[in-house]
């Protein structure tokens, strides 16, 4: 299993994504079904099967969040970015995810810009953020 993942994860930093191909030659590299392949790629959410945008957006959704207007941070988002959850912007520079809770609930509402995070948030704070990025 942590041959599978370091396999994964490694494809995952190389291109961006895993690729239905990279999940075909991880499968036959280490004699594993195809299918268990694909349910280890789907199952954490750090990992893609489609191409990500050059920055990750992850804004928790959890309760905690939410309770401290995390729906207006997503909503300020889905706004400035003029995308929904699961997509890449036209430009390539972003994609939006909603995701469950990322252990800064004592900063809620949070979300992660690739390996930053961001608490506290409000949609006035949104698109200074959003600027800070290529
Ligand atoms: S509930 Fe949002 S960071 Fe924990």
């Known amino acids: 299993m942590e041959k599978l993942l370091n396999m994964i994860k490694e494809e995952q930093t190389q291109n961006g994504y895993v690729s239905e191909e990279a999940m075909n030659h991880i499968s036959q590299d280490l004699e ?3 299918a268990h392949v694909y349910g280890v790629t789907t199952f954490y959410s750090f990992l893609s099967t489609e191409p990500l945008g050059r920055h990750v ?3 928790c959704k959890s309760i905690p969040c939410f309770l401290q207007n995390g729906e207006s941070v997503a909503a300020s988002l889905e706004k400035n970015l003029g995308i929904s959850p699961g ?3 036209t430009d390539g520079r972003f994609t939006f995810e909603l ?5 800064a609930c004592d900063q809620a509402p949070a979300m992660l810009v690739d390996d930053e995070l961001y608490g506290n948030l409000t949609p006035s704070k949104i698109k200074k953020i959003l600027q800070s990025y290529d």
Do not use: A, D, F
Not at 99 to 103: K, L
């Open 87 to 89: 997509e890449t912007t």
């Open 99 to 103: 995701t469950n809770c990322i252990g």
């Open 57 to 59: 957006i992850r804004i």
């Open 32 to 34: 594993l079904p195809l």
